[in-house]
């Protein structure tokens, strides 16, 4: 039995065990925490850091849908590139003072499902004049963020809104200082004006410029397209059934640690659209997108590529579903999970490649979304990654 279960190869990806919790930052509210599952991955390997900066003062409530109902494309996109990068997402709310709050500061995480738990809480509300704070968002996510050390990393800021900087709170640094700060930590920022406010698109540009990085406007609801398909609802119904194969183990706070972020799935499970779910389906059946799957110290995944043998592991380190049952219950139990991944992560994968296909054949029916927030986030993230040593050649995924 053994044999046949170190012989489960279900992932070229070795988990490591390195677990942070880096510090998240927040204005007027308690700090938002969002669990990092970090993987040790070879020192060759790419690394791309996106921190969103989304105004969510109450003219924004299309972009905040938009960008709920784009995430997983982006992140898909993203990380598929050659060599597949490993993949981190921030956020960076904003509104002004006097609303709810300042900023909400979500922290760089390869935990997309915990990324995403906080962004479904953002919601449109607040502002009512034009200028907003956007000076201090940008220091926050300059600064507040935490960013990679790899000097090699393509690092990247969207700033998303549709109101200039406020340039008269005194107490505050203005964006020509911030953006400096940030181009010389190796960061791009890229401008994203909704609507067209006119007093917007001058600092927009000015901080594009700035930033080493492009400006584009688009509609007020971000001009993405959110495409539905007749695969979606298997695709996210599989998804949720392979995400009840993880079973983790270790000490106290790793497990508790991934406790957390299981809670994020079942959230995202509860609460997105059948659409999501199913982008996120396609992003964790990608490559880059096995981190977000597994989190750190998935058993099944750890006993099948052999770095972990069962029967070494203190009995407080199993999973609370292995410690009532005798070890070869255990080994049998987790072979069986295994072999459920394996089957579900097959039928997964030929929904992806025809929901694939009936993408490509509306878009080419429609001749392409070359004005669409997709595709112009895809030419600027395909312009700068070359600097990390990162190549895109299929255009945005949807």
Same mark, same amino acid.
């Given at each position: %039995? $053994?044999?046949?279960?170190?012989?489960?190869?279900?992932?070229?990806?070795?988990?490591?065990? =390195?677990?942070?919790?880096?510090?998240?930052?927040?204005?007027?509210?308690?700090?938002? !925490?969002?669990?990092?599952?970090?993987?040790?991955?070879?020192?060759?390997?790419?690394?791309?850091?996106?921190?969103?900066?989304?105004?969510?003062?109450?003219? +924004?409530?299309?972009?905040?849908?938009?960008?709920?109902?784009?995430?997983?494309?982006?992140?898909?996109? %993203?990380?598929?590139?050659?060599?597949?990068?490993?993949? $981190?997402?921030?956020?960076?709310?904003?509104?002004?003072?006097?609303?709810?709050?300042?900023?909400? /500061?979500?922290?760089?995480?390869?935990?997309?499902?915990?990324?995403?738990?906080?962004?479904?809480?953002?919601?449109?509300?607040?502002?009512?004049?034009? !200028?907003?704070?956007?000076?201090?968002?940008?220091?926050?996510?300059?600064?507040?963020?935490?960013?990679?050390?790899?000097?090699?990393?393509?690092?990247?800021?969207?700033?998303?809104?549709?109101?200039?900087?406020? +340039?008269?709170?005194?107490?505050?640094?203005?964006? !020509?200082? =911030?953006?400096?700060?940030?181009?010389?930590?190796?960061?791009?920022?890229?401008?994203?004006?909704?609507?067209?406010?006119?007093?917007?698109?001058?600092?927009?540009?000015?901080?594009?410029?700035?930033?080493?990085?492009?400006?584009?406007?688009?509609?007020?609801?971000?001009?993405?397209?959110? +495409?539905?398909?007749?695969?979606?609802?298997?695709?996210?119904?599989?998804?949720?059934?392979?995400?009840?194969?993880?079973?983790?183990?270790?000490?106290?706070?790793?497990?508790?640690?991934?406790?957390?972020?299981?809670?994020?799935?079942?959230?995202?499970?509860?609460?997105?659209?059948?659409?999501?779910?199913?982008?996120?389906?396609?992003?964790?059946?990608?490559?880059?997108?096995?981190?977000?799957?597994?989190?750190?110290?998935?058993?099944?995944?750890?006993?099948?590529?052999?770095?972990?043998?069962?029967?070494?592991?203190?009995?407080?380190?199993?999973?609370?579903?292995?410690?009532?049952?005798?070890?070869?219950?255990?080994?049998?139990? /987790?072979?069986?999970?295994?072999?459920?991944?394996?089957?579900?992560?097959?039928? +997964? $994968?030929?929904?992806?490649?025809?929901?694939?296909?009936?993408?490509?054949?509306?878009?080419?029916?429609?001749?392409?979304?070359?004005?669409?927030?997709?595709?112009? =986030?895809?030419?600027?993230?395909?312009?700068?990654?070359?600097?990390?040593?990162?190549?895109?050649?299929?255009?945005?995924?949807?």
């Amino acid at each position: %039995m $053994r044999n046949k279960i170190l012989g489960i190869t279900l992932f070229a990806l070795t988990l490591g065990a =390195i677990v942070y919790y880096p510090a998240l930052k927040a204005r007027n509210i308690d700090p938002l !925490p969002v669990p990092v599952a970090h993987v040790v991955a070879p020192a060759s390997s790419p690394k791309v850091d996106v921190v969103f900066v989304l105004d969510t003062t109450g003219s +924004m409530s299309g972009l905040i849908q938009t960008a709920k109902d784009k995430i997983w494309s982006i992140a898909t996109t %993203m990380a598929s590139a050659q060599p597949t990068p490993e993949i $981190r997402i921030g956020l960076v709310a904003y509104r002004d003072r006097g609303d709810q709050y300042v900023t909400r /500061v979500v922290d760089l995480s390869d935990d997309l499902d915990s990324v995403y738990a906080q962004l479904m809480e953002f919601q449109a509300d607040g502002g009512g004049d034009t !200028p907003e704070s956007v000076n201090l968002a940008l220091h926050d996510a300059v600064h507040n963020i935490s960013w990679s050390q790899d000097s090699q990393a393509y690092q990247v800021i969207f700033l998303v809104g549709d109101a200039p900087p406020h +340039m008269d709170y005194q107490d505050e640094a203005s964006f !020509p200082e =911030i953006v400096a700060a940030a181009t010389g930590k190796g960061i791009v920022i890229n401008t994203i004006q909704c609507g067209d406010i006119p007093v917007t698109a001058a600092p927009w540009k000015q901080i594009a410029d700035l930033g080493q990085g492009k400006f584009f406007q688009v509609e007020q609801a971000g001009s993405a397209v959110a +495409m539905t398909t007749p695969y979606d609802a298997e695709l996210a119904a599989l998804s949720a059934r392979l995400d009840d194969t993880r079973m983790y183990f270790g000490n106290r706070e790793e497990q508790e640690l991934m406790a957390n972020k299981v809670a994020a799935t079942d959230k995202l499970h509860a609460s997105a659209s059948l659409e999501s779910r199913a982008r996120r389906a396609a992003f964790n059946l990608s490559e880059g997108g096995r981190t977000n799957l597994l989190g750190t110290n998935d058993l099944v995944d750890a006993v099948a590529s052999g770095t972990v043998k069962l029967e070494e592991l203190d009995e407080d380190e199993l999973p609370a579903a292995l410690k009532p049952l005798a070890p070869e219950e255990q080994l049998a139990y /987790v072979a069986e999970l295994a072999e459920k991944r394996t089957d579900l992560q097959r039928q +997964m $994968r030929e929904l992806a490649d025809n929901r694939d296909g009936y993408i490509a054949k509306k878009v080419k029916e429609e001749g392409g979304y070359k004005e669409s927030l997709d595709q112009k =986030i895809y030419d600027a993230v395909a312009a700068q990654a070359g600097t990390a040593g990162l190549e895109y050649q299929d255009g945005p995924e949807y």
